[in-house]
């Protein structure tokens, strides 16, 4: 995997929860770090990850603590054996305010 990353990212533990574009939940699973562009996320529940493949589109939702965030991602890499996948935002529905703020409290301080 190549490093081509724009964005600076960001440590953050918190849940996060995938759904498929129909709302049925396909995963839960912890942000491990995210960025403007995206968010890493790890899990203990391998089974879940056979619902997921590369480059499908997905919702999301997770808290931060300036509030929630949720929207639609891309799934950009997978590695089922780690249970680990990177997102990469397409399109934030609710919470770019709370997503934005968080990340520049973060690098501010």
Same mark, same amino acid.
Request: net charge positive; glycine share 8%.
């Given at each position: 995997m !190549?490093e081509? *990353? +724009?964005h600076? *990212?960001? @440590?953050? &533990?918190?849940?996060?929860?995938l759904?498929?574009m129909?709302? =049925?939940t396909?995963y839960?699973g912890?942000?491990?770090n995210?960025s403007k562009? $995206?968010?890493f996320?790890a !899990? +203990?529940?391998?089974?879940?990850?056979?619902?997921i493949?590369s480059?499908q589109?997905i =919702?999301?939702r997770?808290e931060?603590?300036?509030g #929630?965030?949720?929207g639609i991602?891309e799934?950009? &890499? @997978?590695? #089922?054996?780690s249970?680990e996948l990177?997102?990469?935002f397409?399109k934030?529905?609710? $919470?770019l305010?709370?997503?934005?703020?968080f +990340?520049?409290? @973060? @690098?501010s !301080?």
């Amino acid at each position: 995997m !190549s490093e081509k *990353r +724009i964005h600076q *990212r960001i @440590i953050a &533990w918190t849940r996060i929860f995938l759904f498929d574009m129909n709302g =049925k939940t396909l995963y839960e699973g912890y942000v491990r770090n995210l960025s403007k562009g $995206g968010v890493f996320v790890a !899990s +203990i529940d391998q089974q879940k990850f056979k619902n997921i493949k590369s480059a499908q589109r997905i =919702k999301f939702r997770f808290e931060l603590p300036s509030g #929630p965030v949720n929207g639609i991602a891309e799934v950009a &890499w @997978i590695k #089922p054996e780690s249970n680990e996948l990177g997102m990469k935002f397409v399109k934030i529905e609710d $919470g770019l305010t709370h997503l934005m703020d968080f +990340i520049s409290s @973060i @690098i501010s !301080s």
